[in-house]
């Protein structure tokens, strides 16, 4: 582990490439946390929310004249 953070760290382009893979090894952590949560909601709420139509964007109000 030690030699591992010895290279990583010993250039510029290794480190850049370390923070690259954790970053995208902790996106998809957090979009797989995340997934069950928005199922939850979505089951919850109904899709689309009432304030929205069906590509999600909100209700323009009708101007009246």
Do not use: Q
């Not at 760290?9 to 923070?19: A, C, E, K, Q």
């Not at 902790?26 to 009432?50: A, M, Q, T, V």
């Amino acid at each position: 582990m030690i030699e591992f953070l010895k290279y990583v760290f010993s250039d510029f382009w290794p480190w850049v490439g370390f923070i690259i893979v954790i970053n995208i090894t902790l996106s998809y952590i957090i979009k797989l946390i995340n997934l069950p949560f928005k199922h939850r909601r979505i089951i919850k709420l109904g899709y689309p929310p009432e304030h929205c139509d069906a590509d999600g964007n909100p209700y323009k109000e009708k101007e009246e004249e």
